[in-house]
């Protein structure tokens, strides 16, 4: 069973930094691709930004590419996102997310979310 707990929501004022940490514990979770979401109200999930397990390939929406940064640390189980520079409209709840189905296993596991505000 995967568990993934996030932690580091908060409220910022624009142009403030926050750090997302998301620790994940169960079978495989260390060898998929892990990433973070967002949701705005009445919308789906986008993605943030990917990470595969050895750090090689990442990937970012093009509305955080040079503010948000991605990493992973592989002996704690541990994805972050560093977000920079943040605008108001980063104002959502972000998701942690791993998808054990890229590695031929069977789930895509989703934390319980943690809400940003960026507001004045």
């Known amino acids: 069973q995967v568990r993934l707990v996030e932690s580091g929501g908060g409220l910022v004022t624009p142009g403030g930094s926050l750090r997302l940490s998301c620790a994940a514990s169960?079978?495989?979770?260390?060898?998929?691709?892990m990433g973070w979401y967002r949701q705005y109200p009445g919308e789906q999930r986008e993605l943030v930004a990917e990470i595969t397990a050895e750090g090689k390939t990442i990937r970012y929406a093009d509305s955080v590419k040079d503010r948000f940064t991605i990493s992973r640390d592989r002996a704690t189980r541990t994805v972050y996102l560093q977000m920079d520079k943040l605008k108001p409209e980063d104002t959502a709840v972000y998701y942690c997310?791993?998808?054990?189905?890229?590695?031929?296993?069977?789930?895509?596991?989703w934390g319980q979310g943690t809400q940003v505000t960026v507001s004045s």
């Open positions: 169960g079978a495989w979770v260390s060898l998929a691709p």
């Open positions: 997310n791993a998808d054990l189905t890229r590695i031929g296993k069977t789930g895509i596991y």
